[in-house]
Every structure is written in structure tokens, then in C-alpha cells.
């Protein structure tokens, strides 16, 4: 479930980075920590306005379907959405806490995935050229 919900916060996120930024690149980081799990999809384009950035945090009807549809999904885990931004992007932040029987001592270590790649590659619209210009697998001690 938390599987699921993590992948449609990415797919919409994607979606809103490919309409809405303008930005050619987009940067995903996945940190799975002992007690939560947290997915953030960071874009370098125009951002948000303030004014309306302030209603999409209220999760007003102004915010649509999409961020409805996500936070909707992470109240249903506990989990909370977060979103900042100014002149410089967007960053949109799952944070999931993972419920105790998903705890081991295996996770104790954080893991954590980056990928920055094309945003048009990863919106599905593989624009001639477009390929992951980066990706890592690392380990916190």
C-alpha cells in the first residue's frame, strides 16, 4: 500500500514538473530511514507563486484533483505532503511513517536513491536526446 501510493504521488508530481514548471530536469530522492520513508521530486524551474503556493498548502479546491488525490493517499498512511518553492523550483515531499511490522534491524541504515534526469524522459515524453543524466545507491553509516 504504501508502495502504491508513493508511486502515484511520483507519477503526479512528474505530471505537474512537466505541465507547470518548465523545467528541463527533475531530481528524485528516496530515503527509507527506520521509522519512515520519504520520496521528494525537486524541480529547477519557475516555481510556484506565493500567493497561490499558500492555497495549494491549505489544500484548497484551487489545488485540484492531482495534489487532492495525493494527500488523500498519505492521510490514509499517516504520511503528510509538503511543498516548497520560490523563483529557483519546486519540491513536493512524501513523508511516509512505515508501520512497525516493516521495522527491522535491516533498516536501521538509511537508503537512500537519487535519479536526475530529463523531465521530459521522465514524464514519459522521450524528447530526441532525453536520457538519466545521474543515479546513485547510497548507504548512511
Known amino acids: 500500500m504504501i508502495e502504491?501510493?508513493?508511486?502515484?504521488?511520483l507519477q503526479e508530481s512528474l505530471t505537474k514538473v512537466h505541465r507547470h514548471s518548465g523545467a528541463l530536469e527533475v531530481s528524485i530522492r528516496f530515503q527509507y530511514q527506520a521509522e519512515t520513508v520519504m520520496l521528494?521530486?525537486?524541480d529547477c524551474g519557475r516555481g510556484i507563486p506565493t500567493e497561490l503556493l499558500n492555497r495549494l498548502r491549505e489544500a484548497s479546491p484551487e489545488a485540484g484533483v492531482g495534489l487532492a488525490g495525493?494527500?488523500?493517499?498519505?492521510n490514509e498512511l499517516n504520511g503528510k505532503l509538503e511543498i516548497?518553492?520560490?523563483g529557483h523550483g519546486t519540491s513536493m515531499r512524501a513523508i511516509v511513517p512505515l508501520p512497525a511490522t516493516a521495522r527491522s534491524a535491516e533498516t536501521r541504515n538509511c537508503r537512500r536513491f537519487v535519479l536526475s534526469a530529463h523531465a521530459g524522459l521522465l514524464a514519459g515524453n522521450f524528447a530526441k536526446g532525453a536520457s538519466v543524466s545521474h543515479s546513485e545507491q547510497l548507504a548512511s553509516r
Open 84 to 86: 516548497e518553492s520560490d
Open 70 to 74: 495525493m494527500r488523500e493517499r498519505l
Open 40 to 42: 521528494e521530486i525537486r
Open 4 to 9: 502504491t501510493a508513493l508511486f502515484r504521488v
